[in-house]
């Protein structure tokens, strides 16, 4: 007698939340980085005009935070577990950043608040859908 086939759904982990969460901001977020560079320089620096630069940046990490986004939700197995590490040192680095800008002066203290906030609840929700079993099989 024939095995039966199971489901896709019945042979892969589920993912936990923090992972679509996390996913769902780096695409949000990526998504008005490519798109509406200028909005998000706005909300740093409201007192002079987008800076050529600070555009490039917000578009080149916005494509970059759209793909690893899409990688949350595409990758499974060892490769989904690698991008988690990767995204922890990638949020912890930006929070790291935030940080620093806040405590030298370089951002307004509630926008430092606010991006600092906003990074190390990125950093919380890698590191929880890594330590939550996100190794969803293949």
Known sequence: MPKKRASAAATSTPRPAALYGLAGIRLLNGAAGLIAPALLID??????EPNPAAVYAFRLFGIRTILLGLDLLTNRGERLEQDLREGVLIH????LTAAMLGIKG???PRTAAMTTLISATNTALAVSALGNGAKGKK
Do not use: F, G
């Not at 909300?43 to 002079?48: A, C, H, N």
């Not at 912890?92 to 929070?95: F, I, L, M, R």
């Open 106 to 108: 370089l951002l307004p």
């Open 92 to 95: 912890a680095s930006d929070t």
């Open 43 to 48: 909300r740093l620096d409201r007192e002079s």
